[in-house]
């Protein structure tokens, strides 16, 4: 039983990036999938929730109209896809499993959790 993320990279301002957390061992539209990202010095924040079987969607403020979240089925997946990226949105980007979408403390997310992946957004 495994999730993971993938996709990071360096990108330059104003450019696109497509994240992806696929599972192994459990078929991930039974939870709720949640984006978090960790930036240098700064404590974990969600910044987006996808309710199971594609029930409900919570964006944070920051990334409304930028962040999509997709999920991908016939990849067991669920990918994000960046766009219009920021300096500020450099951070380790991670993905959790719940039960429920919980938009509060990232603690809260007690199932399982990916590695996590690097995005870098500079010139």
């Known amino acids: 039983v495994q999730l993971q993320a993938s996709g990071g990279g360096l990108v330059q301002p104003g450019g696109s990036l497509r994240l992806s957390c696929a599972a192994s061992?459990?078929?991930?539209?039974?939870?709720?999938i949640g984006w978090f990202r960790q930036a240098p010095g700064k404590e974990r924040e969600g910044i987006l929730c996808?309710?199971?079987?594609?029930?409900?969607?919570y964006y944070q403020d920051s990334v409304k109209g930028r962040f999509t979240v997709f999920r991908d089925s016939a990849k067991n997946a669920v990918d994000l896809q960046m766009s219009s990226l920021k300096p500020e949105d450099t951070a380790v980007y991670f993905c959790?499993?719940?039960?429920?979408?919980?938009?509060?403390?990232?603690?809260?997310?007690?199932?399982?959790w990916g590695q996590g992946t690097q995005v870098t957004v500079s010139s």
């Open positions: 996808l309710g199971s079987n594609d029930g409900n969607r």
């Open positions: 061992g459990f078929t991930l539209s039974d939870y709720a």
């Open positions: 959790a499993t719940r039960e429920s979408c919980y938009t509060g403390d990232p603690r809260a997310w007690t199932g399982l």
